[in-house]
């Protein structure tokens, strides 16, 4: 929003401050002002003057030869402007003298001298119309300069809309006046409106139909014969971001402007009655811009005889608005429920300077003073215009009053310092609050204007006391609370431990990505983007489900990044929707995603290298080691039929390890290796830590006994492991696979056994009654000594 | 006799100044101090030296052995010294200027701002919070006091999911949960990422990081929020700070401010990165609003509180001079990678 600092001057005298500093601490207590322009300051030397002459150029049907009376001499200036006209007075720069275009020097036009410009409204700021020159109907002498005659000159800043959006009374100059009012301690001015009692002639005919009406204001006006607003007045709507149309509709935009309170000008011959309601079917209604608007049962309209002549709180109708030959006015100011018309406008696409304001729930209390606001203004301009009805004033539903009562050591313990009570109720006052105080409580009555929801509460009356105060004045103190140690939560420290492991000794890159699938980045490896949830609002739909792994984004990441290094490893900690949940929630996970990309070994190589990656993850945070063991069925089709294996602990699924479908590993990189792992978090979190179990080191030496054994294809090395395993030898203290090779065919392994005893030293042939056990049991699963 | 003693001292002389290795310095070792070298036979003859003489003979053999003993340990080290000296001049001269081809990984850089913070506050007494991504509409609005229709929804653009719930639009949907965890007092910070449905561009994100905190005890005061903030963000840019508040509306919050900081790099003179205003604005915060205490279940008569948000991706962005925000979740290793270190 726009603030014209000539305006604001109208309501509180602010003579003597200087402008800018007072715009700062409107920042400071009110709300954040965006920019500040400085109005009219490069209009130097424009004057009144009269065109006395007019000849055409010899050499050009565009251009006039001039004289112009500025007062003091007779100039003569090249004109090119179509409405020149003999007797004319217009604003003209003198040589030297300055409009926006820039400086105006004497110069030769098409062979004449010209020492001077006649000029346009646009030429002097004040308006966009350049059409041609600025015609000066007011009675004024001769020479005298523009910015006295009219109020170009003027600092107008803008204020931050959004800052704005809980103060429905700073939508018009006189709220921010009162601000100033506050925060310079100078007295706010009365606004000056019409006395009139209304009494006479015939009421309008309102009738309310709907509860999203508050108010509704009506009132007739005739013998309006001027047309065209003053310039003064245009001069500031256009500042403020609008611009003149027809005395009428300006008038309703200033007073709009000036005290928030929009209002409506029905052409007083096309409507006689009112009723308000919103409409019994779906239909179509043409606003005031020429747009066909569809209008439903939700929609709220004024109705003129049952025609539809205004969306209420938003935008008139094209058939009952102001032309230029009425000298006949309805006037409407009234106050209509915000969500209403915030849900309306927005359905309908249309967010007008007067639906804003009704969005902020403005005080409908306004709503007659703004009437005889208008009526007053109206008669300044045309004292003939005539009242020709009644006032219609139908008040339906009202705010309620608010009452707020606190204490001073309330308002210590909030802010913390000391802030006087003559402070507070100074502040109070002049910000509209009744106050009433005894022995440090105060009873505080909440103006209209802030009462339909911005005040509500006593908390609201603390930010009213230390905003004006200034939040510069606080001293800055500490707490008394207690402090207490704070340790890291586990999950917060097996989550950096998980990072640092990846990061500093895996060398793998963290990476962020998107909770939702990327469609087209998924087809790219030929990945189905999965059911699962989806968001209904996403502007792209193919990315609208959410991602159920993190792996197919991570390897959209590694696809990305093949140019980056032959080999990498990328990771994410983040989470995903894991389908729903008994109560239709998304079964949200943390997750752990990892991929690694390699052109420099084999697939082989880098899926064990993964294997012990994971390994030593769960060792070095659990001190325990997770099983690893084939699926049978993979549950993503991109996921390697036989390569994917299961990570789980005491019976309960961690993760999946496994490498890609050749389909998919094909269109990532034909000539990479890729495998990929993922833990859920949460699972894995949840895993309580192990001891660390310490046996003490036996003093008798270990005796290692090495086993050469052949497999076959099916045979894995838990099958062996359970071999010995399951004969609980006490002294059997350790296992090591010492070498793993094929050779035609056949698959061989040598296993390590260590033995050892706390208590002796073993003799060979104890050793050997073992080994010829565990050979037996071997042999019962087709594993024998290499011959 | 004292003659033989004499010039076998002559001899070891003359042999001691050409010994060149510890070889011949073991050989000369054997020879005269040896089992059967010439000490020994020397001692040897003791026994033919008249009574009288027995001592001085006895003395002079024993000096002339330690100076032997003596002479043969200076030669041996003169000799390791000199080996010592062959093998450094020998030496290969290492290149340390030669570029190393280190393999490291990298921390995303929101992971290490969000350490970073995460510490500060936890010396200043501060519980680390988790929250999920995925909220209900209780959570993200209606217990932080937005109610249905409040403007403040249409601020936010939300993720709404066909199973009626959305992602979190802001790490606030927290806040009733931790509430309700801990009750009050309470000081609890609570990272976390957001999403809003916004058109991307190198200022705007539809996925962010922000961290949230809140500060709840008896007599908890705005000039409390600003010793914290000031505190806070001192630590956080390593460097004493300079804040400000304004009015800032935030339904959550009653007062509510912005909190601006004066530009840390023109010192509040005005310069292109805060647009010549001299301030930057960081963080909305405010005193909690008596409903969110009493949704979270605390008597907001005897407890009073602030909240504040940080963007820790705008953080991340001031501190390592990101232009584009979209660099953060891009997965460009490029980009990523140089975040080293946490």
């Known amino acids: ?787 | 006799m004292q003659d033989k003693t004499s010039s076998l001292r002559e001899t070891f002389k003359e042999l001691i100044g050409r010994v060149n290795s510890s070889e011949e310095i073991e050989k000369l070792r054997v020879e005269f101090l040896g089992k059967k070298g010439h000490i020994a036979s020397l001692m040897s003859q003791l026994k033919t030296v008249p009574n009288e003489e027995k001592k001085a003979f006895g003395q002079s053999v024993n000096e002339l052995k330690q100076k032997i003993e003596q002479q043969l340990a200076e030669a041996h080290e003169k000799i390791v010294k000199l080996e010592e000296q062959r093998q450094i001049n020998a030496a290969e001269d290492y290149d340390v200027s030669l570029p190393m081809n280190i393999e490291m990984g990298s921390y995303h850089p929101i992971t290490v701002i969000q350490r970073e913070v995460e510490e500060i506050f936890r010396t200043m007494g501060f519980t680390i919070e988790d929250f999920s991504e995925i909220v209900d509409d209780y959570n993200c609005f209606e217990a932080v006091n937005i109610p249905k229709y409040h403007p403040a929804r249409d601020m936010q653009d939300t993720y709404y999911l066909d199973n009626g719930q959305l992602l979190k639009t802001h790490t606030s949907a927290a806040q009733n949960s931790i509430m309700r965890k801990y009750g009050a007092p309470l000081r609890a910070v609570f990272p976390g990422r957001c999403f809003r449905n916004e058109s991307t561009d190198a200022c705007h994100e539809n996925t962010f990081f922000q961290m949230e905190g809140i500060m709840i005890d008896e007599d908890i005061s705005i000039s409390n929020l600003i010793y914290f903030m000031k505190t806070m963000l001192s630590e956080v840019f390593g460097q004493d700070v300079t804040v400000r508040l304004r009015p800032g509306f935030f339904p959550f919050v009653e007062p509510g401010f912005e909190l601006d900081i004066q530009c840390l790099i023109c010192g509040g003179e005005g310069c292109p990165s805060c647009k010549n205003s001299g301030w930057l604005e960081l963080c909305p915060c405010g005193m909690i609003h008596p409903n969110v205490l009493k949704y979270g279940g605390i008597d907001s008569e005897k407890y009073t509180g602030f909240a504040f948000g940080l963007g820790l991706t705008r953080l991340a962005m001031m501190k390592y001079g990101v232009k584009d925000i979209r660099v953060f979740n891009s997965g460009n290793l490029k980009a990523l990678s140089q975040f080293i270190g946490k």
């Open chain 1, 1 to 787: 929003m726009f603030v014209s600092m000539n305006w604001i001057n109208e309501y509180v005298d602010l003579s003597g401050l200087d402008t800018e500093e007072l715009i700062h601490r409107f920042t400071l207590s009110t709300a954040e002002v965006e920019d500040i322009y400085y109005k009219g300051k490069d209009i130097e030397r424009v004057v009144a003057g009269q065109i006395v002459s007019i000849e055409n150029h010899p050499n050009s049907k565009k251009l006039h030869l001039l004289k112009v009376d500025v007062g003091n001499d007779i100039l003569d200036i090249v004109c090119g402007a179509p409405n020149v006209r003999l007797g004319m007075v217009v604003p003209v720069a003198l040589a030297g003298g300055r409009v926006c275009a820039g400086e105006i020097k004497t110069a030769t036009v098409a062979g004449y001298e010209s020492n001077g410009m006649c000029c346009s409204e646009m030429e002097l700021g004040i308006s966009d119309d350049h059409s041609g020159l600025m015609e000066i109907t007011d009675d004024v002498k001769l020479g005298t300069d523009i910015c006295e005659l009219y109020p170009i000159r003027d600092v107008v800043f803008e204020v931050d809309n959004k800052s704005l959006t809980n103060r429905p009374d700073l939508w018009g100059h006189y709220g921010i006046a009162r601000e100033f009012s506050a925060i310079t301690k100078r007295p706010l001015k009365p606004i000056k409106t019409d006395d009139g009692d209304y009494s006479a002639g015939d009421e309008i005919p309102v009738e309310i139909r709907s509860d999203l009406v508050y108010r509704y204001s009506a009132l007739r006006i005739n013998s309006i014969k001027k047309t065209v607003s003053p310039v003064a007045m245009r001069i500031r709507l256009f500042y403020c971001g609008m611009r003149g149309i027809n005395l009428l509709a300006d008038l309703t935009n200033y007073i709009m402007l000036e005290m928030g309170q929009p209002m409506h000008a029905f052409d007083g011959k096309k409507v006689d009655s009112i009723a308000v309601g919103t409409p019994s079917e779906n239909g179509k209604f043409v606003t005031l811009d020429g747009t066909e608007r569809d209008v439903d049962e939700n929609t709220l309209l004024i109705y003129n005889n049952d025609e539809p002549v205004a969306v209420a709180g938003i935008m008139g109708g094209l058939d009952s608005e102001i032309v230029g030959d009425t000298d006949s006015v309805v006037l409407e100011s009234a106050n209509f429920d915000g969500v209403s018309v915030r849900k309306t406008s927005s359905r309908l696409g249309l967010r007008t300077d007067a639906s804003m304001r009704y969005e902020k729930i403005i005080d409908p209390e306004m709503t007659v003073t703004a009437i005889r606001r208008f009526v007053k203004l109206l008669k300044d301009i045309e004292p003939n215009c005539e009242i020709s009805s009644r006032l219609s004033d139908k008040y339906v539903k009202k705010y309620p009053e608010r009452e707020l009562k606190f204490n001073k050591k309330y308002v210590d313990r909030y802010t913390g310092i000391d802030i006087s009570n003559e402070r507070i109720v100074e502040t109070l006052e002049a910000l509209g609050f009744g106050v009433k105080l005894e022995n440090d409580e105060f009873t505080v009555k909440v103006p209209s204007w802030r009462a339909t929801k911005d005040v509500t509460i006593k908390a609201d009356i603390i930010e009213e006391i230390t905003r004006i105060y200034g939040y510069d004045n606080f001293e800055i103190k500490t707490t008394k609370s207690p402090l207490k140690p704070v340790r890291a939560e586990k999950v917060k420290s097996e989550d950096a431990l998980i990072k640092d492991l990846l990061v500093n000794k895996f060398n793998l890159h963290e990476v962020h990505s998107y909770i939702w699938c990327d469609g087209k980045k998924y087809k790219r490896l030929g990945i189905e983007v999965e059911e699962n949830c989806r968001i209904l609002n996403i502007p792209t739909p193919e990315n609208g489900t959410l991602r159920n792994s993190m792996i197919p984004t991570l390897l959209t990441v590694a696809y990305e990044n093949k140019s980056f290094a032959p080999s990498f490893g990328v990771f994410e900690c983040g989470r995903v929707a894991d389908g729903y949940l008994e109560n239709g929630y998304c079964d949200e996970r943390r997750r752990l995603g990892i991929v690694l990309f390699d052109k420099t070994v084999g697939e082989k190589e880098l899926y064990f290298k993964a294997l012990n990656m994971l390994k030593f993850i769960f060792r070095d945070i659990k001190h325990s080691d997770a099983v690893f063991s084939k699926v049978k069925e993979v549950r993503h089709a991109y996921q390697h039929p036989k390569n994917t294996a299961e990570i789980s602990y005491e019976g309960k699924k961690i993760g999946e390890l496994f490498t890609l479908h050749p389909m998919n590993n094909q269109k990532l990189d034909k000539n990479a290796a890729v495998v990929c792992a993922e833990i859920d978090l949460d699972n894995f979190f949840a895993i309580k830590v192990s001891d660390v179990e310490y046996t003490e080191p036996s003093k008798f030496p270990a005796i290692d006994y090495d086993l050469s054994l052949v497999l076959s294809d099916s045979h894995k090395y838990d099958d062996i492991r359970t071999a010995w395993e399951s004969l609980k030898i006490p002294e059997l203290t350790g296992a090591k696979v010492v070498d793993l090779f094929e050779q035609n065919g056949n698959k061989s392994i040598a296993v390590r056994l260590s033995f050892s005893s706390q208590d002796r030293t073993l003799a060979m042939e104890e050793i050997q009654s073992h080994i010829d056990k565990v050979l037996e049991k071997l042999n019962k699963i087709g594993i024998s000594l290499k011959q």
